[in-house]
């Protein structure tokens, strides 16, 4: 990770930070790490973004809101919009789980001049307010911001969409012999069968409404905008080809590396996949269910590209300079996410 050179480059930064908890609990939910290794975690993240002072960072995961993301700000005194997008039952903050309570956030440069321009809710049921959140199951929301880069305002769209099993030509009949393996009576294996296609049409949903989110918007806000985040699909799927397709997005990474795979979610290099990867919950002891026992084998078995950065239709492929994967390899013995996260320089923004 290298400072800028030139200061007219444009740095765009997309980071899932990883939680580290299992969501499962009713007081609290399981945690995977202690509470030095999660801070030695944050330590390198600022760092790293330090380094790099991006214009633009993207991160998903941030919990708990607002501490974090005011943490992450003060230390590398940036500005931000956030939205809590999950945190169980509570009022003014309190409430359980009482260590949950993530979402996602847009970070610039004090001298960039963020603002927020609404939020919507992808999927879920349930009320989540700043100050009130009533719902025991998963939420997912996009957010949006304008920033002005040198004179010139963008939009920057954040997202994290619906995590599951990926059940598509590439991976099914690996994923029916991992099923098959399992010693599970036939109803139970057709319910999981039926869990599996229910989530990819979760994020098929998702990707309707995050288009349709972005339609309007810049309907409103007549910019350039950048769409990213962890979408929990690859590139190769159909929820993703419809949204690139029909918003005419270009794919950054692809643009620079047509021929690398580019991994961000990668169990043969990171070591931190290993926790949700784990056939056991947090605790280490109890085993996982038929869905979540798949969905860990999934974890373990199948690299993936599913870290975006994409560009509206305004930018051309010879604005991006440079993409790389970022926080990809240890520092100090830990890897900073159980995702890599993604770098993304620009020459300019369109005129």
């Known amino acids: 990770m290298n400072r800028k050179t030139c200061t007219q480059d444009i740095t765009l930064v997309n980071m899932n930070v990883w939680f580290g908890l299992d969501c499962r609990g009713i007081l609290k939910f399981g945690e995977y790490e202690p509470g030095n290794i999660n801070a030695a975690r944050f330590q390198n993240l600022t760092n790293g973004l330090k380094n790099l002072q991006p214009d633009v960072i993207g991160i998903q995961e941030a919990n708990p809101l607002p501490d974090y993301i005011r943490k992450l700000t003060n230390t590398i005194d940036y500005d931000a919009v956030w939205r809590v997008t999950n945190s169980g039952i509570k009022i003014m903050g309190f409430g359980i789980p009482i260590n949950f309570a993530a979402g996602n956030a ?3 440069p004090r001298t960039h001049g963020i603002k927020f321009l609404g939020s919507r809710r992808l999927s879920g049921m349930g009320l989540q307010t700043r100050y009130l959140s009533m719902h025991v199951r998963e939420l997912r929301d996009v957010i949006a911001a304008r920033v002005d ?17 990926v059940w598509n030509k590439t991976w099914r009949q690996s994923l029916a012999a991992m099923i098959d393996s399992y010693n599970i009576p036939p109803k139970v294996k057709e319910n999981l069968l039926e869990s599996i296609h229910n989530s990819n049409r979760r994020r098929r949903q998702e990707i309707s409404r995050i288009i349709d989110f972005v339609k309007k918007t810049t309907q409103k806000y007549d910019y350039p905008y950048i769409i990213m985040g962890d979408f929990n699909a690859p590139i190769e ?4 080809a419809e949204l690139v397709t029909e918003l005419g997005l270009l794919d950054t990474y692809a643009v620079k590396h047509p021929n690398n795979n580019g991994f961000t979610w990668n169990p043969a290099q990171n070591t931190n996949t290993g926790y949700d990867a784990s056939p056991f919950w947090a605790n280490g002891i109890t085993p996982r269910d038929p869905l979540n026992k798949l969905e860990a084998q999934f ?12 560009l509206s239709y305004q930018f051309e492929p010879n604005m991006i300079k440079d993409v790389n994967l970022i926080f990809n390899r240890p520092t100090n013995g830990l890897f900073t996410s159980d995702h890599f996260g993604l770098q993304v320089v620009l020459k300019h923004l369109p005129p």
């Open 106 to 108: 847009i970070l610039a």
């Open 149 to 165: 880069i040198r004179n010139q305002s963008i939009i920057v769209f954040n997202t994290q969409i619906h995590y599951g099993v």
């Open 237 to 240: 799927s159909s929820e993703m």
């Open 299 to 310: 974890d373990r078995e199948m690299a993936r590209r599913i870290d975006f950065v994409f």
